[in-house]
């Protein structure tokens, strides 16, 4: 079943709006990645976390880690047309044999109105 | 420039016919990973590799096998696809982490279109 859970699905917002989507992971993570997919694109990184409730900011983004590692959060602050895409969070459970193994969100769609 | 690159970009095949999905990168990375993007699904990977000659299952490896024979490339071969093999498959690279701690950013490749008929 699904490892790492994230809403919403969908969000359209109004240009100059903000925007947050959600992750949680039903076992601790080693780590979690961000990554950003066009329409018709592929998915590109962003940001990872490592650390327990480590917040780290790119411009208009703000990515946070939860303190127990379960949990992620993706903010954007007054959104553009530019901001339109399919956001994923990518999870890398603590397992020693499968540090390596990826878990992505289902993704949150972004429709920006201008 | 540095980039990983996937053949065919679009494949129409049928039922039971033979066909292998080529992943190359130009960044030596250890790592190398192939998913399955479906709707309301998100990104599933079905197998990866730490390195040459070392692979491991993904979450949906059902209907897929792998090989990395070379650090560059890493071909996924469905044996005897099946229609509910339909999908987006990406192909994605990176540096391995430390243990324990992760790897870093993924490349994805350009992504293949398969429908199997």
């Known amino acids: 079943g699904q490892q790492v859970m994230q809403i919403p699905q969908y969000q359209h917002v109004q240009e100059g709006e903000d925007f947050t989507t959600y992750c949680n992971s039903s076992?601790?993570?080693?780590?979690i990645q961000w990554y950003k997919q066009r329409p018709g694109g592929h998915p590109v990184f962003l940001i990872q976390?490592?650390?327990?409730?480590e917040v780290k900011k790119q411009k208009r983004l703000t990515f946070q880690f939860g303190e127990a590692k379960k949990n992620s959060s993706l903010h954007i602050t007054a959104t553009q047309t530019t901001d339109v895409g399919t956001y994923f969070c990518?999870?890398?459970?603590?397992?020693?044999?499968?540090?390596?193994?990826?878990?992505f969100g289902s993704g949150t769609k972004l429709n920006v109105k201008p | 420039e540095a980039q990983v690159t996937q053949n065919p970009r679009y494949l129409i095949t049928v039922t039971g016919k033979k066909l292998t999905v080529t992943c190359s990168q130009n960044?030596?990375?250890?790592?190398m990973s192939w998913y399955r993007q479906d709707p309301g699904l998100g990104l599933r990977q079905i197998y990866y590799s730490m390195n040459v000659e070392v692979t491991d299952k993904g979450d949906v490896p059902e209907g897929y096998k792998v090989s990395r024979k070379e650090k560059r490339n890493f071909p996924l071969i469905l044996e005897s696809p099946s229609p509910n093999q339909t999908s987006l498959y990406f192909c994605?690279?990176?540096?391995?982490?430390?243990?324990?701690?992760?790897?870093?950013?993924?490349?994805f490749g350009p992504g293949t279109r398969l429908t199997v008929l």
């Open positions: 990518a999870g890398l459970r603590g397992q020693i044999y499968n540090f390596n193994k990826f878990y």
């Open positions: 994605a690279s990176s540096f391995r982490g430390v243990a324990g701690v992760g790897t870093d950013t993924q490349y």
């Open positions: 076992t601790t993570l080693s780590n």
């Open positions: 960044m030596n990375h250890e790592y």
């Open positions: 976390l490592v650390k327990s409730g």
